[in-house]
């Protein structure tokens, strides 16, 4: 077996480098993964979550093997492994979990107690999520194999549609998620903080959840016009005016059923500020525009430190909220990482029995792993593009 590896490595902020690294080992350091598996990384994406530390705004330091998006193909299975088998083709939830632990055995997988030292919830090649070494990479280890992966049923079939099913490891779940915990169902009024790749995904999935109207916000003329190509009313936010009139002259009605925010602590202020940052916005419109007993989702991150914020509070990750007009309206919020694997199967059906066409709404651009640098810079300049990775091109174009 070849012990060669290459990945794309964090440099500092602005920079990412493709380099040579270790091929992965059954292990973590002292800890041995005899549950793992290494897979040979057929696709890896690039996710805003990755852009949050490429742009320094995380305590991430260099030499970080980024990627936590991750589809491929099982090449060696630890002692342990029963069900899982060499030649399964399988996406890997971002969450790490260990399916032992008090809130895994609760499908809680994004807060898993035991796979991070330093508190819950883990995840590959991010900062504060246990040190596992990310698979934007040729090959990579996945733990607890039998636990965290979903084998694709056929792989020649799944292979067709992998430019779908590889959003199944974070976006697609992630997006789902924002929805039903905003509360979204049949005849929902629906509004979307964010464009990006997790914002368009929850737009689909607001529609396959029966939405009657989804309406997404953003400052990206492009990325906007990537929601109006699959039926979504959008609101570009570089221009004036208040956003419940707007949402009135789209509804007839001044507040929405369901807000999702799939935009988080890199928040722009709207109108003629939207050069500036505003960390609290999207929650504060949350909170104005969402309806009496209303839900909130928020798969938009927020951080604990953020080193790169523009005063004391919001560099310990405190916010500006109006919370007392959340509260007299009653609103839930809901926060975290999703829990990828209560939605990946059901998912996974959807695309490969063609009742959803994730791939096309997020504009999957695929990439070699040679061209990560510039995949990762296009992306920080709002192309309306989800940028997927093929490390050892794999995947027929
Ligand atoms: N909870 C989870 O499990 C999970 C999983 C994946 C990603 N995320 C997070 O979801 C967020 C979105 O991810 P992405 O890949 O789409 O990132 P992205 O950076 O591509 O998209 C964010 C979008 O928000 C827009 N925006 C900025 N301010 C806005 C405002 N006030 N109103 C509306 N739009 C605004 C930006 O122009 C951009 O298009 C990120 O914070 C990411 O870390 C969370
Ligand atoms: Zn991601
Ligand atoms: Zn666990």
Redesign the pocket.
């Known amino acids: 077996m070849s012990a060669a590896n290459r990945g794309v490595v964090y440099k500092g902020p602005g920079e990412v480098a493709v380099e040579s690294i270790a091929y992965p080992e059954l292990a973590l350091g002292n800890r041995k993964c005899e549950h793992g598996v290494i897979l040979k990384v057929v696709t890896t994406n690039i996710?805003?979550?990755d852009?949050?530390m490429v742009r320094g705004r995380t305590t991430a330091q260099p030499g970080l093997v980024l990627g936590h998006e991750i589809t491929g193909l099982v090449v060696e299975c630890g002692r342990d492994v029963e069900f899982i088998k060499p030649g399964d083709l399988v996406s890997v939830p971002f969450n790490i979990a260990c399916g032992r632990c008090r809130n895994c055995k609760e499908g809680r997988t994004?807060i898993c107690l035991n796979v991070n030292p330093s508190r819950p919830g883990a995840a590959y090649g991010y900062v504060d999520m246990g040190g596992w070494v990310g698979g934007q990479t040729e090959y990579v280890m996945v733990p607890y194999a039998d636990f965290n992966l979903l084998k694709f049923p056929d792989a020649d079939q799944a292979m067709e549609k992998i430019r779908d099913l590889t959003l199944l490891s974070?976006?697609f779940p992630?997006g789902f998620h924002g929805c039903v915990t905003a509360g979204v169902g049949p005849g929902s009024t629906v509004y979307i903080?964010?464009?990006?790749?997790?914002?368009l995904a929850a737009a689909v999935s607001a529609q396959l959840l029966g939405a009657a109207c989804v309406i997404v916000?953003?400052?990206?003329e492009e990325?906007l016009a990537q929601a109006r190509s699959f039926g979504c009313e959008t609101l570009d936010?570089t221009q004036e005016g208040d956003m419940a009139d707007r949402i009135e002259a789209i509804l007839g009605e001044r507040e929405v059923d369901a807000f999702v925010d799939?935009?988080?602590f890199e928040?722009?202020a709207?109108g003629c500020n939207h050069g500036k940052e505003a960390p609290a916005?999207?929650l504060n419109s949350a909170m104005s525009l969402t309806r009496a007993g209303g839900q909130i989702g928020i798969?938009?991150?927020y951080v604990t430190e953020d080193p790169g914020a523009a005063d004391d509070a919001a560099r310990q990750g405190a916010l500006s909220m109006r919370f007392g007009l959340g509260w007299a309206k009653s609103h839930s919020f809901h926060t975290?990482?999703?829990p990828v694997m209560q939605y990946h199967r059901p998912l996974m059906q959807a695309i490969l029995f063609g009742k959803v066409n994730i791939a096309d709404a997020v504009n999957v651009q695929m990439i070699t792993l040679d061209q990560a640098p510039q995949g990762y810079a296009d992306?920080d300049g709002?192309a309306a593009k989800k940028f997927v990775m093929d490390p050892h091109g794999s995947v027929a174009v």
């Open positions: 996710c805003g979550s852009q949050h994004g974070d976006i992630t903080a964010g464009a990006g790749p997790v914002g916000g953003d400052m990206i990325r936010l799939c935009v988080g928040a722009h709207c916005t999207v798969p938009g991150l975290g990482q999703c992306f709002g």
